[in-house]
Each structure stands twice: as C-alpha cells, then as structure tokens.
C-alpha cells in the first residue's frame, strides 16, 4: 500500500474514533501513513477493547495519541488543542478532521409507558452531533493548525430525509450537521479548507444497533 502521508507531518483528529466509522477511518488513513488523534468517551469496562484497537493503530508505523474525555466541553476542547499545538510543534499540521460522534437521545415523541423526548433532548443531542463540529472547526482554525489543503469529513444517514419513531432528535441533529458542513466548505474555502459529509448507507456499527427497531432496518436492507 502506497503511504503517501508519511514523513509529512500530517495529522488526523477523529471525534468519534473509538468504533464504528470513526475507528475505521482511523485505521485507513493510518494505513496510508497518517499520524492519528483519537478523540473518544468511552467507560472504564470498555477501555481494554479499546485500547486493543488502538495498538492496530500504533503497528501502523504512525504517531498516535488519544483523549478519552467529553469532547463537547469547551474547557476540554481547549486543553486538548493546547495539547496537540504543542506536540504538533512548527512541523506538524492538521490535514483531516473526522466528525464520527454518536450521542444522542433515542427516544419517542409519545408513549403510554417508556420516557419521551424533552427539550434538553434535543439540546444535548443536537449539541453533540452537529454543533461540535462547527465548535472543533472553529479551534482548530484558531491554532492554526490546518495544513494548507485541509479536509473536514462528517457522516450523516438517512434519517436526515425520512421519519423513524425514536429518532427525531437524532434526525434533526444529521440536518443540522449537513447544513454546518455545507457553510464550512463555504466559508473556510478562501483558506484550502475542504468539507463534505458523507451518507454511507446502513452499516453494522454498535451506534446501529442503538437504536430501536434497528433489526427492522438491516432485514430491509440486506433484501
């Protein structure tokens, strides 16, 4: 495989990088010699697993470092860029961000018995799965950290266009991050910054399998 980041100083930070496409892209672009740093919050029983992916990473060849803290805290979203200017030095830039979060509420808008979505609902989750995009965006920018010819790479799903019982809030934070990426490919273009957001379609990740009548989804689509 041809390793046409390496010795280049390049970085990729994922939000999200701990499973799923988050970690899959980790792995790809360090296969093709990009250092990686792996934003994630994941719990105490679940950091062996983890940390055993992470190891793949590492045999790659590449640098890497990981977070494991609320990336949607701006105090900690400050110290860790703080961090990252200073590891990345005069050399070192950012050449991709990878927005990969999952937190969200999966709940619906009426039931007789089981919890149904509230404001903060919606709050928590839009703030998570779209704003801090723009929020991470906004710091990286501020460090200058981006290489010249940046990417920026977020994931929406088809929820963003039809309804699903339990997944308003959800759906209504995949709009939200379509609609930031599109202003940032926009708006941080005069600087060599590139954005897309990607619909891959069902996949098998843990975040899938989260949500509610999700084997529904995968008997349909696997016909």
């Known amino acids: 495989m041809v390793k046409e980041f390496e010795h280049k100083g390049y970085w990729a930070i ?33 950091v062996e697993e983890i940390n055993s ?18 990336a949607f805290k701006t105090q900690k979203r400050e110290e860790i860029i703080s961090e990252l200017k200073s590891l990345l030095s005069s050399k070192g830039k950012v050449r991709v961000l990878v927005h990969s979060v999952a937190k969200g509420n ?23 799965m779209a704003i801090s995009l723009y929020d991470w965006t906004t710091s990286i920018f501020e460090a200058k950290l981006f290489a010249s ?3 920026i790479i ?35 273009a005069p ?9 891959a379609g ?6 899938l399998h989260m949500i509610p009548g999700s084997e529904k989804i995968i008997a349909h689509t696997l016909k």
């Not at 970690?23 to 679940?46: D, F, P, Y």
């Not at 992916?53 to 609320?70: P, R």
């Not at 069902?202 to 975040?207: F, L, P």
Request: aromatic residues 8%; charged residues 20%.
């Open 106 to 128: 999966l709940k619906p808008m009426t039931d007789k018995e089981l919890p149904t979505l509230k404001h903060d609902d919606f709050a928590l989750t839009i703030k998570a």
């Open 154 to 188: 977020s994931f929406t799903s088809e929820g963003n266009t039809k309804a699903w019982r339990n997944y308003a809030a959800v759906s209504a934070a995949k709009v939200a991050l379509e609609a930031i990426t599109r202003n940032i490919a926009l708006e941080f």
């Open 14 to 46: 994922i939000l999200g990088g701990s499973s799923g496409l988050g970690l899959e892209t980790a792995k790809k672009l360090a296969a093709h010699g990009m250092n990686i740093c792996i934003v994630h919050r994941n719990s105490r029983a679940q």
């Open 53 to 70: 992916e992470f190891q793949t990473i590492i045999q790659l060849g590449v640098a890497f470092k990981s977070y494991n803290a609320d």
């Open 191 to 199: 600087f060599g910054i590139k954005a897309n957001c990607i619909q």
């Open 149 to 151: 010819d940046a990417r």
């Open 202 to 207: 069902v996949t098998d990740t843990a975040s």
